[in-house]
Every structure is written in C-alpha cells, then in structure tokens.
C-alpha cells in the first residue's frame, strides 16, 4: 500500500516561510503600542515549520510554535509555547489564500483566521475567543507584513 508522504502537505506551508513584521490591533481597529516580528522556518528536519514571534509590549508573550501535519489525513496542527508558561494545541488548516487555527479547551476556545493577499505580501488575521464553543467574538487582529524583522 503506498503511503502519503508528508514533503506534498508541508509544501502548502512554504507561503508562510519568512520573516514578518506584526502589527497588533483591538477589535475597533486600534492600533497597539509597539511592534512585533514573526520568522516562518524549515526545522532542519524538513518535517516541521517552527515559528518564533516576538512582540514589544510587556502584556503579549514571545512564542514557538511547531507547525507539522498527519499527511495521511491532510490535516495540519500546531503545538504553541509562550514564555508565559502557556501552552496549546491548534487544529489548522491552510489553503485558498486562508490560514486558520483553532482550539476548544481551558482556558477558553480560540479562533484565528487570516487572508493571505494575492501577492504574498501581507496576512491580516483575527483571533477571536468564547467563553463557551460558540459565541466568539473577536479578541485582537494581526496584521503580518513580509520583510525584514529588523
């Protein structure tokens, strides 16, 4: 029986591989103190994307996440760290300019879905959260903007 190998799945990842700037908004459109940075890059491996952020704001937590997929399935799921101590498994899905996270689970169920433009340049995305699995609304918006981090 031939197997899915997962080098086909992870390529649907290469759009995100890179350095980004982040920009961080409230729901109203605000513009948060402070800057961020994103790096999109292949873990030595192949097999995993690894993705460290950092932010300029005491409030917001620097992170790892791991980004890898089940090719059997064609499903995608990222394992997220923060130096906060949090820690969190997302489903994900990416495709048709779209990237999506979620969860259901304490502390709350979370929501992230960004646009991916035409050109690649720019991802604007929305995390939103509930307090039960159904009634989310929106937490914070994330605007990603390809280029130096520096």
């Not at 990842?13 to 605000?30: K, Y």
């Not at 192949?46 to 950092?54: D, K, M, P, Q, T």
Request: charged content about 25%.
């Amino acid at each position: 029986m031939e197997q899915p190998i997962a080098e086909v799945a992870l390529r649907a990842l290469d759009f995100l591989v890179g350095e980004w700037t982040l920009e961080a908004r409230s729901p109203g459109g605000e513009p948060w103190p402070g800057k961020g940075s994103v790096a999109f890059a292949w873990h030595d491996s192949g097999a995993h994307l690894v993705v460290r952020s950092s932010v300029d704001q005491p409030e917001a937590p620097d992170s790892i996440s791991v980004i890898g997929c089940d090719a059997g399935n064609g499903t995608y799921y990222q394992l997220y760290s923060d130096d906060r101590g949090g820690c969190r498994v997302y489903d994900m899905s990416v495709g048709d300019h779209k990237w999506t996270l979620s969860r259901v689970g304490a502390p709350f169920p979370q929501r992230f879905t960004a646009t991916v433009s035409a050109d690649g340049a720019t991802m604007i995305g929305l995390w939103e959260k509930a307090e039960d699995s159904t009634n989310y609304t929106a937490d914070f918006e994330l605007i990603y903007r390809r280029g130096s981090t520096e």
